[in-house]
């Protein structure tokens, strides 16, 4: 008698909830971009932040529902959002800016690249920690919002030059940080957030 062949599901994914928070992350994300791209600063700017609350919100969510660390498709795909959100987005905006010399497009490579790398050996070894707090390996990409706010305030008060200078000398140290072998425990979620209790 032959065996009955398994039946497929239609579509390749099956979306939890984790990943459709995640999907947000990139949606938030895009919108940067095409705010960035139309010179739209503060919009751009505006869509990363909350690109950025939503990551929070959306990691903190699928460690929960993993039981301590996102799994399978849910940590692939926040993999890949990571680097678009975090690492792409932010460069759009810098270069629609006034950071789009020569010198600055190569030190946004390596930017990007640093963080690539960060982000597949993260998704490799996972986040270490003790009791009460997570600690990130590295510099985690999710703070190059920041940067981005701080100098896009400097510019309103400080020469292009200046600026420029300060963020390529600011994005060459993040890059090496987002790649050194050094737990960062004041950039942590408390375990607490991610975990669910226990009933008694």
Not at 35 to 47: G, I, K, M, Q, T
Not at 99 to 111: E, R, T
């Amino acid at each position: 008698m032959a065996a009955k062949k398994e039946s497929k599901p239609f579509f390749i994914v099956n979306l939890t909830l984790a990943d459709i928070m995640i999907l947000m992350v990139l949606a938030f994300g895009t919108m940067s971009t095409f705010n960035s791209n139309r010179e739209n600063l503060d919009l751009a700017l505006l869509f990363l932040f909350a690109a950025s609350a939503m990551y929070l919100i959306a990691s903190t969510y699928a460690r929960r529902a993993g039981g301590g660390r996102a799994k399978g498709f849910t940590r692939a795909l926040n993999a890949f959002v990571s680097g678009l959100v975090f690492l792409v987005a932010p460069c759009i905006f810098f270069y629609h800016w006034q950071y789009n010399s020569n010198f600055a497009s190569g030190v946004m490579l390596v930017f990007i690249l640093s963080g690539i790398l960060r982000i597949a050996a993260f998704d490799d070894i996972g986040s270490r920690g003790d009791a009460a707090k997570f600690y990130y390996t590295g510099m985690p990409v999710f703070w190059s919002p920041v940067i981005v706010a701080v100098f896009y305030l400097f510019s309103f008060g400080m020469g292009a030059d200046i600026i420029n200078g300060m963020l390529s000398l600011t994005l060459i140290i993040f890059s090496f940080l987002m790649l050194v072998n050094r737990d960062f425990k004041y950039l942590h979620k408390p375990i607490a957030w991610s975990k669910v209790k226990k009933k008694k």
